[in-house]
């Protein structure tokens, strides 16, 4: 019995730690990439990518904003799991669940969606892999909306003082229950548009708390 449970919690613990199985977001390359122009253009209204699949499906969307604030007081907003619920849109309730590895956390998360005239409330647990003051990358553990993934990618814009945010998503909406589900799979530019408004309302909302909690602190 006791080699049973020994056995049994290696095992749990090895799963906490598996990579991501419900997809890896690609995010940004910063390749060839001048910090300065993309700035520049980020400033003239949303900055926005839309990656598709070779089907044509909706493989990701990418959002990015510049915020008038240093590298770690943008990190500082996106590690403080629990105070979501605060300033990000439709999220109800934020939690950390555990902490598997170093840099790494299990967080569930509540949101309620409303889409045409339904509203739904969805619950689901996520892995965090955070590289300090750079990156993020989260993927479906359980709950609502397997499939889901996304990232975030913090870039400096020399000399400044501000630093690029690119918040990458895909929330598989099509994993919902009638009738939003079929709803979502018989119209793909639905989907899209739906991933599209929401990294831009989430990547808006994070500009404006990390200001905010930048003006507090002079």
């Known amino acids: 019995m006791k080699k049973f449970l020994l056995s049994l919690l290696f095992l749990i613990s090895l799963l906490w730690t598996l990579p991501d199985l419900a997809g890896e977001p690609e995010g940004i390359n910063m390749k060839g990439l001048d910090p300065d122009q993309i700035a520049a253009l980020a400033k003239q209204g949303s900055l926005l990518i839309v990656k598709l699949k070779p089907d044509g499906g909706l493989k990701e969307v990418v959002s990015a904003a510049v915020v008038n604030a240093p590298a770690d007081k943008v990190w500082d907003t996106l590690a403080d799991f629990e105070s979501y619920p605060k300033f990000m849109p439709q999220t109800t309730k934020m939690r950390v669940i555990s902490k ?119």
């Open 100 to 218: 598997p590895a170093e840099n790494q956390f299990i967080t569930e998360q509540t949101i309620t969606v409303e889409i045409y005239v339904l509203k739904v409330n969805l619950t689901y647990q996520h892995l965090q892999k955070l590289e300090p003051k750079r990156k993020i990358r989260f993927s479906y553990l359980s709950g609502d909306l397997p499939g889901t993934f996304g990232a975030w990618d913090l870039v400096e814009v020399p000399g400044k003082n501000q630093t690029i945010i690119f918040y990458t998503l895909y929330s598989n909406l099509t994993s919902l229950p009638w009738p939003i589900g079929p709803i979502m799979k018989s119209q793909p530019d639905f989907l899209t548009s739906v991933n599209v408004s929401t990294g831009s309302m989430v990547v808006k909302a994070v500009k404006e708390e990390v200001e905010k909690r930048q003006e507090s602190c002079r």
